[in-house]
């Protein structure tokens, strides 16, 4: 079962690795977060999935990986300079700025309805550019990677002698400076972008959009995000970019935050190269682009069919991976039950969680929004024990649950059950999994059994495609447990039996059976088990 609160996916991420606060040790700065050992494995997994789908098994695509900061003329010409804005608004009493849409109106810090009116924010960053401050040496972190792919638009097709259709991918950061960044890694100021830029002759935009559609939905299906978790959006034409005609929004179910865009692919018409573009007069283009003396150049295309030098239209499918990230995560997240807990255990479990979810409901100090996500939560997990327990974690986690006396009672009665109980399991597919294999001694104070799980997990990493670890950390039981919450689909033990017979223990991720595989042939047993 996935996810069913951000709390839990929080909790793990830094509990093993996954995702740290960005500079942590001085407080952090909202909206960053690093990547910890198990994350970037996972980043990178998924990143070389995206990569290898649409640039490798497709022969219509080019790669790119252009510079963050960019002539500024680039923003002023793409629009960005003018409308990449969100409205925002000041409270007046407490002097807390908040995305007008997301005050509405009144502030939701301090409730007070004395805000100012909604005036428009650039969310480009701005940095100096040189030694010297002059107004005129700046330059914008990019708020998309996109723009890098149009103005090399003539270099890409020039040095590959590409012809239309066919479609550049980058993968990079990009920068905004959000008015509230929050929700995790949903709405943060640096991000990694995964976007395609797919050139097209123009009439053919619309069934290249619906084409493009699928591939994604197939894509996202390839990582475990299913297409019965993806919603489609057809987002409505006040809602669209400035540059769009059409946009479809993949909307994924996230945990707490409900359906919110995972990815956009959006028909960007000619408005992108129209608008880099000099002598526009000589093209009809069909955008309306503000007119460009500074271009150096056209970025047009000569249709040998036709004769005549055109500019192409854009479907561009555009992710951020931290979103994908998240959604990859949730949807792996399992907590099930091992074995069931004894009655008179369940029963003190339920009668703390009664006791807490009765505090809240009559806590009047908590701000009310907390009040209700604690209490529907926290009903939740009572109406499904004993599948809900280990959820309890997640629940008092939750913003006000630490203001809760009877809290402290709950994670006292739950903790052991839990830990005897139940595991954490990321059933990530293999593929995504950040570490493989992990082998371990049953007794690292014996040599034998230690070397010889040593020399397994080079002899399974050697060639380098299958990420492997050594652990001999703690128990075994302990060991099997970290592995199931990074989501490693094979645990392998050496044991007493190893020296006597040259074979090992090989468990199973999802289902915990375990085979006994003699060492000469673990490497095409793991790698079958990996394929499967
Ligand atoms: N080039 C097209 C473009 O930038 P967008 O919808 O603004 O379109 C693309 O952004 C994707 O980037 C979104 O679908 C989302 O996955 C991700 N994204 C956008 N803003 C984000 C933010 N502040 N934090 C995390 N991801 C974000």
Redesign the pocket.
């Known amino acids: 079962m996935p996810a069913v609160s951000l709390e839990q996916l929080v909790s793990l991420c830094k509990r093993r690795g996954i995702i740290y606060p960005g500079s942590e040790i001085y407080g952090g700065l909202q909206?960053l977060y690093d990547y910890g050992p198990v994350g970037v494995e996972l980043k990178n997994n998924i990143v070389d999935s995206w990569w290898r789908r649409n640039v490798y098994e497709r022969d219509d695509m080019e790669g790119l990986d252009c510079a963050i900061l960019m002539n500024p003329l680039t923003w002023k010409y793409s629009g960005h300079e003018e409308t990449f804005v969100d409205p925002l608004v000041d409270c007046r009493k407490c002097q807390g700025r908040w995305r007008a849409d997301q005050a509405g109106t009144s502030c939701p810090a301090c409730g007070s309805t004395d805000l100012t009116e909604p005036r428009p924010f650039n969310l480009m960053f701005k940095t100096q550019v040189g030694p010297v401050s002059e107004e005129d040496a700046y330059a914008y972190l990019r708020?998309?990677?996109?723009q890098g792919i149009f103005v090399n638009f003539n270099n890409v097709l020039t040095t590959t002698a590409r012809k239309l259709p066919f479609g550049i991918a980058q993968v990079g950061k990009?920068f905004?400076n959000?008015i509230n960044?929050r929700n995790f890694?949903?709405?943060?100021?640096e991000?990694d972008?995964l976007?395609i830029e797919f050139f097209v002759h123009p009439g053919t935009e619309d069934a290249w959009q619906d084409r493009w559609l699928e591939d994604r939905l197939a894509w996202w299906e390839h990582i475990g995000v299913g297409r019965d978790s993806i919603r489609i959006l057809d987002v409505p034409r006040e809602d669209l970019?400035h540059y769009s005609k059409k946009t479809y929004?993949l909307m994924y179910g996230y945990p707490t935050l409900g359906y919110e865009?995972?990815?956009?692919i959006?028909s960007r018409t000619d408005f992108d190269l129209g608008s880099h573009t000099r002598y526009q007069e000589q093209y009809e283009l069909a955008a309306q682009v503000a007119e460009n003396p500074s271009s150096t150049t056209r970025l047009s295309y000569f249709d040998p069919q036709t004769n005549r030098h055109v500019i192409p239209f854009v479907v561009?499918p555009?992710?951020?991976v931290?979103?994908?990230l998240l959604a990859v995560l949730s949807e792996a997240y399992d907590e099930p039950m091992v074995k069931a807990p004894p009655e008179d255990k369940l029963a003190g479990v339920k009668g703390g969680l009664d006791a807490f979810n009765a505090s809240v409901s009559g806590n009047r100090k908590l701000p009310e929004e907390a009040r209700e996500a604690l209490i529907s939560f926290g009903e939740s997990i009572s109406s499904e024990l004993p599948e809900s327990m280990p959820r309890i974690d997640a629940l008092l986690a939750m913003t006000g649950a630490d203001r809760i006396k009877e809290g402290k009672t709950l994670r006292n009665l739950s903790q052991k059950v839990i830990g005897d109980h139940y595991r954490t399991v990321l059933r990530l597919k293999p593929h995504l999994a950040p570490v493989k294999v992990a082998v371990f001694p049953l007794k690292r104070t014996d040599d034998r059994l230690a070397s010889t799980a040593r020399d397994i997990r080079k002899s399974l990493q050697s060639g380098g495609r299958i990420r492997t670890v050594y652990d001999d950390t703690g128990a075994i039981g302990k060991l099997y447990r970290r592995q199931d919450e990074i989501g490693t689909p094979l645990c392998v033990t050496v044991d007493f039996q190893t020296i006597d017979d040259q074979t090992v223990t090989v468990r199973d991720r999802d289902t915990m059976a375990q085979d006994r595989v003699p060492i000469d042939e673990l490497k095409v047993y793991v790698e079958e088990k990996l394929a499967s």
């Open positions: 909206g708020p998309e990677t996109a990009g905004r959000e960044p890694l949903f709405r943060v100021r991000f972008m976007e970019a929004d865009e995972l990815e956009g959006a561009e555009s992710a951020g931290g979103r994908c």
